[in-house]
């Protein structure tokens, strides 16, 4: 399955396309490497461009000390 950059994981999330992931699984940052305020953020992951995944809705923005936003995943 091609994930286009995304880490093997069981939930089939990927950058590839889909439907924005807005209720990730609870192990999610098992898969994928969050930012440390991954669960304040109220919308749908999204990847930052020095790779780590965010959450939008987060005060400030949710790639604001990362690089600023890649893509969103999907699901």
Not at 4 to 11: F, I, V
Not at 44 to 72: F, I, K, N, W
Request: charged share 20%; net charge negative.
């Amino acid at each position: 399955m091609d994930r286009c950059g995304a880490p093997e994981n069981p939930y089939g999330y990927n950058y590839c396309g889909g439907s924005y992931i807005d209720d990730p699984a609870a192990d999610v940052c098992d898969w994928f490497a969050c930012v440390d305020t991954f669960w304040n953020g109220k919308g749908y992951l999204v990847q930052c461009e020095d790779g780590l995944v965010s959450m939008t809705g987060v005060p400030g923005g949710p790639c604001a000390d990362h690089g600023g936003t890649r893509r969103p995943g999907y699901v």
